[in-house]
């Protein structure tokens, strides 16, 4: 199994955290499917599933194929391109644009808020891409203030991260503001 | 509570004080109708100086940003009409001035309609009622799905209890 069974077995018994997760590139689709398909098949949690990474329709697809129902899960997509600022589907909100940091940060509270439950994820795919498009104090001043939403919010979230070398720095800087930095493969 | 602290809260009471005490001195040394413009000025600069805050600090191009742009642009018409109307209470104007009040207050509801217009698209996009919905719907049919699943276990579990004892 990719994601590392003990350490998403010590996640299943809290409540809530704030985590951050690095995958290698190699394994990092897999490991992400695998992440969301443990949180709503073996937790049955509802959730919001942040993507800066690839399309909706692409991640909607792939989960689908694993045997993720998809039907409890919040899309927010910010890197399909659309027409004017933001569109919103039956399914997904589409936010046009990885810098657009407000717009994602205010779907993400609208979102969690509005899960009718008292168990919640948040994932966000990924601080990587974040760094693609905005200056990496810019990331670690947003995820700084996401990591401590995810606390008000009492939410399981997790933060994914390719492992490189490049990002190093950040990822130390940013594990003060998270419960744990897990290594899932690679 | 530590010395920090402290010195914060005796600060801001200072600070409200001083407020307090400006106003007092300007309803009891001007006219009612001259003190009410500069009091309804000072509310105007502090509403347009949060407002500004929040415009530059909010990502470029999203919606929220775009709502505190036509917000600003109203409180702004609204600061420009009372500076007029105090003005005409300082200096009486001729009747030729009415327009520029009437230009003004008419365009601040203008953009008021145009930023509540923003905010109701604002309301549209990021509202997750009908998806949170969904999802009550969907957790509330795997709970009845797995209490039914329960029972059926219990049903099949005594039946072949009392096989046995049949036996």
């Known amino acids: 199994m990719v994601v590392k069974k003990k350490g998403m077995d010590e996640l299943s018994n809290l409540q809530e955290y704030v985590v951050l997760a690095t995958v290698s590139s190699k394994k990092y689709h897999e490991t992400n499917l695998k992440i969301i398909k443990y949180l709503t098949k073996k937790e049955s949690t509802p959730g919001v599933y942040v993507t800066l990474n690839r399309p909706f329709n692409t991640v909607k697809k792939q ?30 909100l589409f936010l046009g644009s990885p810098e657009n940091l407000s717009d994602i940060s205010f779907s993400m509270d609208q979102a969690v808020r509005s899960l009718p439950a008292k168990k919640k994820f948040v994932f966000f795919d990924s601080l990587s891409t974040l760094l693609i498009y905005n200056k990496a104090q810019t990331v670690a001043k947003f995820i700084h203030f996401l990591a401590s939403k995810m606390r008000i919010w009492k939410v399981k979230g997790i933060i994914i991260s390719l492992k490189k070398d490049s990002d190093k720095e950040l990822i130390d800087e940013l594990t003060q503001f998270c419960d744990k930095v897990l290594n899932l493969g690679g | 509570m530590n010395i920090k602290n402290l010195l914060k809260k005796i600060n801001t009471f200072g600070i409200i004080l001083i407020i307090f005490i400006g106003l007092l001195t300007i309803i009891l040394l001007m006219p009612s109708s001259i003190s009410i413009g500069l009091i309804s000025l000072s509310f105007g600069i502090m509403a347009i100086i949060w407002t500004a805050k929040a415009f530059w600090n909010l990502s470029k191009g999203s919606s929220l940003k775009s709502y505190a742009f036509y917000f600003l642009l109203s409180l702004t018409l609204i600061f420009i009409f009372s500076i007029w109307k105090t003005l005409g209470d300082f200096f009486p104007l001729g009747e030729s001035f009415f327009y520029v009040e009437a230009v003004c207050i008419s365009f601040a509801y203008l953009l008021f309609v145009v930023s509540a217009y923003k905010l109701s698209k604002i309301g549209e996009e990021f509202g997750f009622r009908v998806e949170a919905k969904n999802i009550k719907l969907v957790i509330k049919e795997s709970k009845n799905n797995k209490n039914n699943g329960n029972s059926n276990k219990a049903k099949n579990s005594s039946i072949i209890k009392i096989r046995k004892l049949k036996k």
């Open chain 1, 63 to 92: 989960l689908k194929e694993k045997g993720v129902d998809t039907s409890l899960i919040i899309f927010i997509d910010a890197i399909t391109k659309v027409a004017g600022a933001t569109k919103k589907t039956k399914e997904c």
